[in-house]
């Protein structure tokens, strides 16, 4: 089992910077790849960015440039570096560590949520 704890989340103006942050506990070795998903009010869960073995990153397309994600393995922690934020960023942001193999993927584990809002 692993237990994710996210952080840094608020209000910010458009064009504002902010900086998430989740911590992994439990079972800390058997992450592969951590990372960022969010959610918007009447949306489904889209990915943010990710972030797997040692140059592996993916971001989704509306977040290129302005988002950076990274990992220090050694704190079981990911962080996500916000900026030039958009209104359209405003979501509710997860912290997602993909875990041991399930079937024909990987169980995933999920934060509680820390909201973002961005206003114009």
């Known amino acids: 089992q692993v237990h994710l704890v996210e952080s840094g989340g608020g209000l910010v103006q458009a064009g504002g910077s902010l900086r998430l942050s989740c911590v992994a506990s439990?079972?800390?070795?058997?992450?592969?790849?951590m990372g960022w998903y969010r959610q918007a009010p009447g949306k489904e869960r889209e990915l943010v960015a990710v972030m797997g073995s040692p140059g592996m990153t993916n971001y989704a397309d509306s977040v290129k440039g302005r988002f950076t994600v990274s990992r220090d393995k050694a704190k079981h922690s990911v962080y996500l570096q916000m900026n030039s934020l958009k209104p359209e960023d405003t979501a509710v942001y997860y912290c997602?560590?993909?875990?041991?193999?399930?079937?024909?993927?990987?169980?995933?584990?999920w934060g509680q949520g820390t909201q973002v809002t961005v206003t114009s």
């Open positions: 439990g079972s800390t070795g058997i992450i592969n790849v």
């Open positions: 997602n560590a993909e875990g041991e193999p399930v079937g024909m993927g990987y169980r995933n584990y």
